[in-house]
């Protein structure tokens, strides 16, 4: 069983294994149509499409204080008759992939492991690994008949924005943003309506789990490099722009095993649509 991730030789050798689902999560947060357009144009052999926006997220709310998140989770129910369609069985190992060294297949990792389902990985360099090793690309989409995933004891936490409220008094928690350090810091917001972060969130960008090929680093470099923002992984919480890119850090602590840290899954675009919650703009002053 694969829980982290997988290397693109181990994945080419079960392609025709019909207990494996793949499942292509290319997306592009200002394109929507960018990764269904990839898929089109090429993908891994025998892999389906799991679209952010649709399959991987729920309905948005209004902008405003009760606003959740430009990718709210979605319904369990409706995320189960999802993975289902695409032939998920509770014996079915799923590998999911983008172009984007995990980026977006941390979140279908993340849900289903909020669901139950431990047989989940992501593709170590994601496409650009598979293509490096000259692996092909098909653009033929085959059938699979339905699946019969049940929903487990979930293998995730997550909190809610009123556990981060609270949190702004104790400080028990440490807030971790998964965010480019320039929109952490409140520049350059392309994205979300209002700059900055989380008051006394740190900046661990996600892109710092990986190394210069696109895949991850090792598990001892990872557990080195948290160490120096957490104490535990149980006291620490998640959280990016809407609560995809936290999932790439939830991954990298899985490998480095260091289990147990929550997803704020509202993150910044839920907290910063209530103006009454504070903001925090710059870098912390380090005491």
Same mark, same amino acid.
């Given at each position: 069983m694969y829980t982290t991730l997988i290397q693109a030789s181990e994945l080419a050798s079960h392609l025709n294994d019909s207990r494996w689902?793949? @499942?292509?999560?290319?997306?592009? @947060?200002?394109?929507?149509?960018?990764?269904?357009? +990839?898929?089109?144009?090429?993908?891994?052999?025998?892999?389906?499409?799991?679209?952010?926006?649709?399959?991987?997220?729920?309905?948005?709310? +209004?902008?405003?204080?009760?606003?959740?998140?430009?990718?709210?989770?979605?319904?369990?129910?409706?995320l189960l008759a999802t993975l289902r369609g695409w032939g998920i069985n509770d014996?079915?190992?799923?590998?999911?992939?983008?172009?984007?060294?995990?980026?977006?297949?941390?979140?279908?990792?993340? @849900?289903?492991?909020?669901?139950?389902?431990?047989?989940?990985?992501?593709?170590?360099?994601?496409?650009?690994a598979w293509q490096a090793q000259g692996l092909p690309l098909v653009t033929p989409v085959a059938p699979r008949?339905?699946? /019969?995933?049940?929903?487990?004891?979930?293998?995730?936490?997550?909190?809610?924005?009123q556990d981060v409220i609270a /949190? @702004?008094?104790?400080?028990?928690?440490?807030?971790?943003?998964?965010? +480019?350090?320039?929109?952490?810091?409140?520049? /350059?917001?392309?994205?979300?309506?209002v700059g900055g972060h989380?008051?006394?969130?740190? /900046?661990?960008?996600?892109?710092?789990?990986?190394?210069?090929?696109?895949r991850f680093k090792s598990a001892k470099e990872l557990e080195q490099e948290f160490a120096g923002l957490i104490s535990t992984a149980e006291s620490t919480i998640l959280q990016c722009g809407s609560g995809v890119t936290a999932c790439h850090n939830l991954l990298a602590l899985e490998v480095a095993g260091l289990p147990g840290a929550a997803l704020y899954p509202g993150s910044w675009s839920e907290w910063c649509a209530d103006p009454a919650r504070p903001v925090a703009m710059g870098c912390p002053v380090l005491k």
């Open positions: 689902v793949i @499942l292509d999560c290319r997306h592009d @947060l200002l394109n929507p149509t960018a990764g269904s357009d +990839a898929f089109a144009a090429g993908h891994i052999q025998n892999a389906q499409f799991a679209d952010i926006d649709t399959a991987l997220s729920g309905p948005k709310t +209004a902008r405003g204080p009760a606003f959740t998140g430009r990718h709210p989770l979605p319904d369990r129910n409706a014996d079915t190992q799923v590998v999911a992939y983008d172009g984007q060294g995990g980026m977006f297949a941390a979140r279908l990792w993340w @849900l289903l492991r909020w669901v139950g389902h431990p047989a989940v990985a992501v593709l170590d360099g994601g496409l650009a008949p339905a699946g /019969n995933l049940t929903e487990k004891a979930s293998l995730t936490r997550t909190v809610t924005v /949190n @702004l008094e104790t400080r028990a928690l440490t807030v971790i943003d998964a965010r +480019a350090p320039d929109r952490y810091r409140g520049e /350059n917001e392309t994205i979300d309506p989380i008051p006394g969130a740190k /900046n661990r960008f996600f892109k710092d789990n990986l190394q210069t090929d696109g």
